[in-house]
């Protein structure tokens, strides 16, 4: 991004090159809205607001896992699969964070060595920041450039199965659980709250000595689904299998997908559920805004560091620092 630029010209400056389809510029937008830059926020805006229009096109696809899944792996022979149907394929991967330092390994480009080399493909590495839900702070923003540079399939793979990475259905339109066999009792590893809300589960690596493996958690899995209530009233989330590193099972994945979607469009459950999510995200970024402002406030800022000082002491404990806390905002706030 330019130095010294106002906020109009750094608009006009990435609006022009993401319409062009110009990765660079897609690249450098990424970078403009991620930051915490206070002098980057007006232009952020601006850019997202005037690229709205151009967005909303495409399918939105989440993809998470169990660690050693092969999420990257599915992710490129996806992306191959549909490059070679005529599709332009965007891939939104977030690296988890050092808790320390905030960086991360963004390493999905080297994970994803062939699809990266593609001039119908977009791969960026985000950090997740500390970020909640398995996506980046900003990957809904980053859903809305990619599509108005011209990708028609956004691929979201988020860094793990958990609790807190339900939080990427919220974003995406397909919500993909990635699961392998030979990880002794099969339900052990996925939290309940992840596989409750997937459209399907895919069992990978169903190749070689571990086929007949693949095929016994495939059936594992289907008997467990049967009995939690599926996200859609008129889907009941398949489980399918495939090898990733050999491309088998890869179109059949896409056939679901596209299954699924042409089942919630003609319902009008489609646009329904974007709408909900855009409703969700105006109270979560709301909340997070708001929790952001509270915690910097110089005032409560230093109370939570004495808190944190008596807590060590034993001078008090957690519940009774957070009430004093809270009491004191509500002092000099008047909520």
Known sequence: MPENSNASGTTDLYFNGIKKGDRVALARAITLIES??????LPARQLVTRLLPLSG??????????????KSTLIESLGLYLIGQGHRVAVLAIDPSSNRSGGSILGDKTRME???RSKDAFIRPS??????????RKTRESIVLCEAAGYDVILVETMGVGQGATEVRSMVDFFLLL???????????????????ADAVVVNK????????????????KTALHYLAPVQHDWQPPVLTCSATENKGISEIWAMIINYLDKQKKSGRFSEMR?????????????????NLVLNDPLVKRNIKQAEQDISMGKTNATTAAEYIFELIQKNTGL
């Open 36 to 41: 915490n830059a206070a002098e980057h926020s």
């Open 57 to 70: 096109k495409s399918i939105r696809v989440g993809i998470t896992g169990v660690p050693g899944a092969g």
């Open 114 to 116: 062939t699809l990266s």
């Open 127 to 136: 950090p997740s920041r500390g970020a909640l839900g398995g996506v980046a």
């Open 179 to 197: 699961q392998i066999a030979g990880a002794g009792d099969e339900l052990q590893g996925i939290k309940k709250g992840v596989i409750e809300i």
């Open 206 to 221: 169903a190749d070689g000595a571990n086929r007949l493996a693949a095929e016994r958690t495939s059936k594992e899995l």
């Open 275 to 291: 709408k909900e999510q855009e409703l969700f995200w105006l109270k979560r970024t709301v909340e997070r805004k708001v929790l």
